[in-house]
């Protein structure tokens, strides 16, 4: 379905006073089965729809459906809407919606002063409280004063609303998200169109629960403008996007198409080895959908059988893929080695999770850069890149792709939960304007061709990568050394030091196939703020905030680890100081330390969330002062 | 690379595995390396029979894998002119499965050892055979870990002292034919190193089956584990030791055949011919049973106290997994056609900004 | 720590696991935790059998420990009062291994999932059943990956639908107690999450099993496979899908238990019970057989074809692992003694510099 | 058996002249069938005995038995054996015996210029030629007038000499590496006694292979005495060693004592969980021997159930130990995280051998240094330790039982397949004299005590240790990331970020545990060599080489990997250049950049060898200029 941005259509136009804003943060929070996702996930389709940048973050419990009302079963998403680019989900809510007790106390830090609080008062009760371990009804302490407090009898208005639809009392208090996704439409000026007519494609065959999700959506947008708890609604005018046609996308979303395309300009068919792991199974779910693409996925019995099919598919001339999270990862780092002394092209996504061990499976952390980059036996580098949000996924993986093919090497992509789930809004490429892959195998032989070396090298030190059916090429790849050239297993202590440096070699060529570094702001001073993966939004928006205070700061986004850029060097000696915030110990800066002996300012947050805008910027001052 | 066959939806062009022009011959299919097995490894046979067979498959050289794990017998792809992997230990059926997924032309085959495909590598050899990847699977067991210097090994018999166990073992040993019916194979079938014609017959009938193969050969490690299976080797006690069990056909074995196996409710036992009428009663072998209990019963049958059965116990056709993979692509390509990207780039809603 | 115990070899000094003064009840096996699986999940009822049966095992609290891996199924030990180590995914039964053989008075349970159990874990399953460690490990079949939010797992169906197979699922599943008995399992069981007392028997079987219990049990996870299970949990259907597998009894099932089960050859047929006298042509249950041919064949009937059996389907004794391997320590240190590390030290030619 | 430093007993005496030497390298190079290995053991044994110092490396193929007379199958044995302190096995081969042209082939490189090289010329025929790919014979070439050639028709004489025994002809065949053995006994002066009476204890079931091994033993003597191509024998005098009672250990054998050691000291008895893997196999064989001292050996079906189950034992209250080399740890590293979260103490040995994958699986190299610092999922820090030498790995086995119990945490021992396999003389503690290893558990409460927290900390911020079994005590820990204190499920961020921080603080306090780093030479002053691992004797070589040219280099080894020492920036400051020579690519070298932001000249070589002397010499020279 495609729109234009044209004139809206609202249910009725709003009779209160409307007062525009910049931007907005809205957050949903209730029990893992209330629809919070959902509800998030619409709001942010609309506000794209509308014209806003967005970017959101679900929040959400390791656990499938944790008791009722319990604090464990809290989930939530975070939606931020912006006249303006932007590239976080926010700091702090302007509008919080609280389904029940424990989504409030889970919640409630993230409101900004004087933010909007929308709960459904009647899930304030004895039970709840208990379940939420809250001893009096927060609503009735003075804490509340700070903020602008709407208590609605949500389930009471929804069962009512939806009562003419016909469904059970279970269904009905089931349609109490799009009650508040109404009201929430109301209060932002958000055009109800879209999402019924969403509601009646995903609900065709159930009718009457299409209904009585319209019936709510309804009540809820009418509640907001019939109700005198709201004086004013707001508006978040269209943001100035670069032209082109937009859809909205995760980073799982982006990496699996980035992958189909990638396959697509190779004239390779993808297998993809995998198996289940949050937060990287929906790659696999949303790839398993594409066989038109005639991409293989293989859910294998373990990470081990996940890698090393795609070795034995690589081989056999596919496009071999795996991904998984830390743990998982882990797992595979055996076969990394082999398919390094194998020097076949391979994909390896690594979408982080906090850990370590099984540690906290839905949350984004950026820990496993350490991991990537040493964790395997012997001498055995390989190219590492990681995606700076969700849209970057798509490019990042094309030309993870280009160079595993061009250098014949395992390539690793690191992304993260909040990456993989994040969502924003994605300009479609023109696939014509992306170069193609190509991939050369050599070709059988005539009779008076010099015997095949399966180890010889081009000029890029790559190796041929012919395919078994090929006559006259047959030969014998193994994990053993082996002697350069014949490929034969080899011992000799010249050979072993002469393969060893052709495969670092060959992998540091990559820094011909990446682009320079470029910088953010003034290319020498006082501070450069470095970021890598996820953290990129956040850093962005830091530094444009510190720049409207007038101080100038730049930045530069680092998605090519190893090798690291050419230019790289030079840029860290035009500042006084380098601050590199990462969510992990200070991972990426101990790597540059080493490589570049200058001293960084390391700021890190290992709380299993993406970093704030201001705590960004209060450390940015900190370095200035 | 030119091509020469059609692709269908492979994941790379390939050529079709049709008998070629001119047969290739044994030799055609050594290679130039030099074999570094220890003098008088049971590993030699096996390798000079599989030499000899592979010519008859109707196959060429270059269309067929070797995909192995780590161990002695892992290295065999290397002494054949056949593309090859020797990978990491234990995990050769997964990159056989992968392989074998992508380009279902050709014919893999996977050499595994006792240690690499019954302890490290137990479970991805259990699931390549529940699926059904039309791989052959072929086990050299010698009882022993022999290229880490001989510690004991999954199929050790209990007491064994090794590097390992200088008190003996006390695991109990696994059956690995036991194990592949356990896992739901196919085509289960046991074999001697030295047995040539008899190992012969087997490779082709592995090379024939449609979907997993899995042979156990019996093999004498003769530096860590000499001796091993001598009941079955040698000449004067093998025929007392083994039975050949062939679809079809009763079970009788003894040098003059003048013993047999009869089924006494849910037990086997061995019976002395006197005269021929008394064959009658014997068990027949059905390899085509659709349940893997024959197979069982055959498999388990243990020296000394009963003779050991060689030969195909269990070959019946199930869908194969490689060929379902690729029919759920092939489908979706015939009923929809290639995907578009345009169109998978805009799934869901869009929208332009001017 | 006090002792109250002689500790014989074993690592560390400990309690005896022999019968306490006063008898544990019900609560004094539940943990103050949240329970964390979603409202209606089949977990619930195994974990409540389990509280319900522990207290009559005779082993206090504090002598148990329950370790699992990761899956909805593996929060288990969260929730009981007893130690408990949550490991990490598919491993469970190896940490169990070591546990029990350095504690070997601890009674150790392991709980794991389909997918835990038999996919990534497949390998550290059989072999801790072939070794016959003296651990119970209680399987929660499902037929899918519930943590994971509903992938299919080794058991699913095939043509399953699930988020990883919007096709529907290519491959051949795995029969949890073929593997189990392939594997030389010497306690192999079945039943079913609801109900409550046939399952709380099985446990009790479990727990006094010398050596490894494997049950399977049929858990509903009622958000990602609902009714997986219908035929064999509805009070409606049960009895008929359904056969309760006794020792030294003959297989009936129906409503009206006017239903037997038959050997014909090697297959078994299920037989209309119309008059008494008929009941005598049927299979007698006999766990104790030493070859797992009959629990082989039980274990594999499967609806709708046939009924499904619950129950014992095999109980053997057989060496048990930790036993032997503390034996060979102790019987060192009796014939030995305890070794003297001066002596170990010189070991070998020594010399001396003054 | 105890042998004192006496009077010799020789065979007879020699008439020829006798020349004094420092120190000899003799290295013996055969097939892998003709006891190489046993014939080096039995000299380096018997130099033990007369007193010298002694350094072994034992140099043998992958495969089992290659075909015999291949390049493949050479296997080697050099024994290095000195008047004074030495530390490596030897750069230069002083003798070398070559049982065959391949070895000839092989090994030739080794012999210094005018060193002596003893053939088999039996051997030298057109078969064996060929075998080892030569065309020409090389004892006619030119090149040998830079040796002193011997050529002896070693196997001709070596089957006359035993025929009275009565063996056949293949046995009598084999006895020639006692013929070789007895041949070198004479050239260096050493007295065959003990390996008279060790053949006899060793073959006291075969009298007939005794008396043949004798025979071949005594004719090699004599064929020395005898023949003219000797003018002369030599003599390696008694080194100076501290006073005590010795024994030749391996790396080994001697980590093997050295847990063994740690259990008694710790009243802790072993679980030994392992899966058999090149080179780190003989420490299971080892240990397997020890059930009187309640070793229990685990042959586990992998090397995750070898380290799960050790994790296993260490819950139950038992030290957990499991061992393996490269591609095994690779796949340990994702339950080495489940022990960091469990905090339970473990040891996890790792024998380096040449990688990556399966690599050079006979060969030494360091280059898993980073793997297990880094390789692991999640901030997931534990102390890594690394042995010296042979007898180091007694000493750091203990030191990291210590560590890891005190600590509750796994502890890393890194050693090489050059330290796993060498012997060096090992002075026999006194174990009275090592300090106990406490080990408190927490005993049954009493009904009035507070609640048991399984996640409470000591002043070493280690938890308690609490047994199953304990009445009052029962608790469940797991993977996932656990609430301090309680140790229950917790996923909130600030408990996460302090949790990883308490496991990181905890681990650093290791440094109180460990000794000062300290420096042999000047404290100060232009240049210190670094070293760690197995390349301690050959940097200490080199630097007394240096030494006696007259240049004072001063030289640190680092047995403490992580945490590093609390002085060791300090000392780096005192130098202006600091070389760190490391049989990797530099893995070392990063991590002291990363730390100290000072410039390392890095020597590296992955040849799968050690360093030689002279490399270590040129090198230091270069930093000197
Ligand atoms: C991950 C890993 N663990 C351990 C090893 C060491 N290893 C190599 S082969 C082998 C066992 C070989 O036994 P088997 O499979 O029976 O083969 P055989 O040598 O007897 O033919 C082992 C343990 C390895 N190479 N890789
Ligand atoms: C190494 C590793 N790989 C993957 C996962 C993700 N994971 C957690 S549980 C699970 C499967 C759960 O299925 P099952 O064992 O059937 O348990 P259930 O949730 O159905 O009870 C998976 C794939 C993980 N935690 N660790
Ligand atoms: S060790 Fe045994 S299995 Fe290996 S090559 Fe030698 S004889 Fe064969
Ligand atoms: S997802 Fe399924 S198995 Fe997991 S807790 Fe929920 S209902 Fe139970
Ligand atoms: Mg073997
Ligand atoms: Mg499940």
């Known amino acids: 379905m495609s729109h234009s941005i044209g004139p809206s259509d609202p249910l009725k136009t709003p009779t209160k006073p409307i007062e525009s804003l910049d931007s907005m943060v809205v957050r949903f929070a209730g029990d893992s089965g209330d629809g919070m996702q959902l509800a998030g996930d619409r709001l942010a389709g609309t506000s794209a729809l509308f014209g806003n940048d967005i970017s959101t973050f679900p929040d959400f419990p390791a656990e499938i459906r944790a008791p009722k009302g319990t604090l464990a079963g809290v989930s939530g998403f975070q939606v931020h809407f912006a006249a303006r680019d932007i590239h976080t989900p926010g700091d702090e809510v302007d509008i919080l919606v609280a389904m029940n007790p424990a989504a409030l106390v889970q919640n409630l830090s993230f409101l900004r002063p004087h933010g909007t609080l929308i709960v459904d008062e009647d899930m304030f009760d004895a039970k709840n409280l208990k379940l939420a371990r809250i001893e009096k009804d927060p609503l009735e302490e003075r804490a509340m004063d700070a903020f602008n407090l709407i208590r609605v009898p949500l389930t009471s208005l929804t069962r009512d609303a939806v009562a003419e639809s016909g469904v059970g009392r279970k269904i009905a208090t089931r349609c109490r998200n799009f009650f508040a996704l109404g009201l929430v439409y109301w209060l932002c000026g958000r055009d109800p169109k879209t999402t019924l007519e969403w509601i009646d494609r995903k609900f065709g065959d159930r009718p009457d629960v299409a209904k009585a999700d319209t019936l709510a959506l309804r009540a809820g947008w009418n509640f907001g403008e019939t109700t005198e708890a709201f004086e004013r609604s707001y508006r978040v005018p269209p943001a100035d996007l670069p032209p082109g046609e937009y859809r909205n996308i995760t980073g799982n979303q982006a990496l699996a198409l980035g992958l189909i395309t990638a396959s697509r300009l190779s004239d390779k068919s993808i297998f993809y080895g995998s198996y289940p792991i949050t937060p990287a199974s929906d790659i696999l779910h949303e790839l398993a959908r594409h066989k038109r693409f005639k991409v293989r996925t293989f859910q294998a019995e373990d990470e081990i059988a996940a890698i090393t099919s795609a070795i034995g598919a690589a081989y056999g001339g596919a496009m071999g893929v795996t991904a998984s999270s830390g743990p998982g990862i882990a797992l595979k780092t055996e076969a990394m080695g082999l398919a390094i002394m194998l020097e076949l092209p391979l994909l390896i996504l690594s979408i982080q999770r906090g850990g370590p061990s099984t540690g906290l499976p839905t949350k984004p952390e950026q820990s496993d850069l350490l991991q990537v980059m040493f964790g395997r036996s012997g001498e055995s580098p390989l190219p590492v890149l990681a995606a700076g949000g969700p849209t970057d996924c798509f490019d990042i993986v094309i030309e993870a792709w280009r160079i595993a093919t061009r250098l014949m090497t395992p390539v690793v992509v690191l992304s993260d939960a909040f990456i993989a789930n994040g969502a924003e809004p994605w300009r479609i490429p023109d696939i014509a304007r992306i170069p193609p892959i190509d991939i050369a195998h050599p070709e059988a032989p005539s009779a008076d061709d010099a015997p095949f070396l399966p180890y010889s090298r081009n000029e890029w030190l790559a190796r041929p990568w012919a395919l078994p059916g090929t006559p006259g090429l047959a030969h014998r790849v193994g994990s053993l050394e082996k002697h350069h050239g014949t490929g034969n297993v080899s011992y000799d202590p010249d050979n072993h030091e ?64 190893h090798p690291l850029p050419a230019n790289l060097g030079d840029i860290l000696g035009n500042y006084e100081r380098v601050l590199v915030p990462e969510m992990n110990s200070g991972q990426l800066a101990m790597i540059l330390k080493a490589r570049y002996l200058v001293d960084i300012i390391s700021l890190n947050r290992v709380r299993g969330r993406p970093f704030m805008v201001r705590e960004l910027v209060d450390a940015i001052e900190e370095s200035l002062a | 690379m030119t091509t020469s066959a059609p692709t269908k939806t492979h994941a790379c062009t390939s050529r079709s595995t049709a008998a070629p022009a001119v047969k290739p011959s044994a030799t055609d299919f050594a290679s130039d390396q030099e074999i570094r097995w220890c003098p008088g490894c049971g590993d030699f046979s096996i390798l000079a029979q599989m030499k000899k067979v592979l010519p008859e498959i109707g196959v060429r050289p270059e269309n067929m894998v070797f995909v192995s794990g780590i161990g002695c017998s892992s290295r065999f792809p290397y002494y054949l002119n056949t593309y090859g992997v020797h990978g990491i230990h234990g995990r050769a059926p997964a990159i056989a499965t992968g392989l074998k997924t992508v380009r279902p032309e050709l014919q893999v085959w996977v050499i595994t050892g006792d240690g690499d495909a019954l302890s490290i590598g137990g479970n991805h050899l259990m699931h390549a055979l529940r699926r059904n990847v039309d791989i052959k699977i072929l086990l050299f067991n010698n009882r022993i870990y022999g290229l880490t210097k001989g510690q004991y090994s999954p199929t050790s018999l209990p007491g064994h002292i090794t590097r390992s166990t200088p008190q003996g073992s006390v695991d109990a040993p696994l059956h690995p034919l036991s194990i592949a019916l356990g896992s739901e194979a196919s085509f289960v079938a046991r074999s001697v190193d030295t047995h040539t014609a008899h190992l012969g017959g087997i490779l082709r009938r592995a ?40 679809h079809g056909q009763p079970l009788l074995f003894g040098a003059k055949r ?29 390899e085509r049973a659709p ?31 490689d060929e379902l993979v690729n029919e759920q692509v092939d489908a979706e390509l015939r009923h929809d056609g290639a995907g578009d990207l345009e169109a998978l780039f805009r799934a869901g809603d869009t929208w332009t900004i001017e």
Not at chain 1, 501 to 515: D, F, P, Q, S, T
Not at chain 2, 215 to 237: M, R, W
Not at chain 2, 292 to 320: C, D, K
Request: proline share 3%; with cysteine; hydrophobic share 40%.
């Open chain 2, 291 to 321: 349940d893997p209990i024959l197979a069982m019963m055959l498999a388990r049958m243990r020296y000394p106290a009963m003779p050991e059965a060689i030969g195909v116990l269990r070959a019946v056709e199930r869908p194969v997994f």
């Open chain 1, 498 to 561: 002469k393969m060893v440096g052709l495969r670092a070699r060959k992998v540091a060529n990559a820094v011909h196939l990446i682009k320079d570094q470029e910088v953010f702001g003034p290319d020498r001073g006082r501070l450069l703020i470095l970021s890598w993966g996820g953290t990129l939004g956040v850093c962005r928006q830091a530094v444009e905030v510190i720049g409207k205070k007038g101080k100038a700061v730049a930045h530069t986004h680092l998605r090519h680890l």
């Open chain 2, 258 to 286: 003048d013993r047999g196996i009869r089924l006494d409710g849910l037990r086997l036992e061995t019976v002395a011919i006197t005269d021929d009428s008394k064959s009658e009663d014997l068990l027949v072998h059905d």
């Open chain 2, 207 to 246: 090379a024939a089956h449609r979907g997993s193969a899995f042979v156990e050969i019996y093999q004498n490690c003769n530096i860590y584990n000499d001796g091993a299976f001598e009941y079955a080797k040698n000449q004067s006690t093998r025929n007392d030791c083994l039975v050949e069990v062939e």
